[in-house]
Structures are given as C-alpha cells and as structure tokens.
C-alpha cells in the first residue's frame, strides 16, 4: 500500500519579514518551485523561497483543514509556530539541492 504524505508548510523571505502558507503532496518539489520562481504568484512576488516550518499528515483532507486554520490564524499565531520548532529561522530545505540530479521536474 502506498504511504501517502502530504505537508503543509510556511515560507519566508531573506528578511523574515513576509510569510506564505500553502499545502503540497510534495514538498521538496513544491519548494524547489518556490526557489526557482516557477509560477508568478504571491511567493515569486514576495521572493518568499525559504522553508521555516512544515507539519506532515497522511490524509490531503487533513492537511487542507491544517491550512486553512494557519491562514485564518493570526500572525503572531503563525510566528509562535515557527519559533516553537525553529527559533532560528533557518531554512529547512537548506543542502536538499546541492546535486542537479536531486529533483526532477
């Protein structure tokens, strides 16, 4: 049977300054979008290409409710998440892209 594995997972920008939200079954692939400005949205706007949080759930369903309750959840609700795991900001996807063979799109 196949695991399934979707991620629900907060970006940043170099200053810490905007965040993003958003939901991916795959979150190396879906981060590497971001990095590389993919599709012109919010993130590419924003330059939001830093990885800062992320919680994992078997069901997409679920991982859709834990979205929506981070987007309507305040900011400073956003930031004790991010603090609570990762107080120095740093970006968890940090070496996932140091070999170009690593993520194939």
């Known amino acids: 049977m196949k695991k399934h594995e ?3 997972y907060i970006l940043t920008n170099k200053v810490n300054t905007v ?3 958003g939901v991916t079954s795959d979150l190396e692939g879906r ?3 971001h990095k590389h400005k993919i599709y012109k949205g919010f993130s ?3 330059d939001c290409n ?3 949080y992320y919680e ?3 069901w997409i369903q679920d991982a859709i409710v834990r979205e929506k309750q981070i987007k309507a959840g305040s900011r400073q609700k956003k930031i004790d998440l991010i603090i609570a795991d990762n107080p ?5 996807s940090e070496g996932w892209y140091d070999s170009p063979d690593q993520i194939v799109m």
């Open 88 to 92: 120095s900001w740093l970006d968890l």
């Open 44 to 46: 590419a706007k924003y």
């Open 31 to 33: 981060v590497y979008e």
């Open 50 to 52: 830093k990885l800062v």
């Open 19 to 21: 965040l993003y939200v």
């Open 56 to 58: 994992e759930y078997q």
């Open 6 to 8: 979707y991620c629900v």
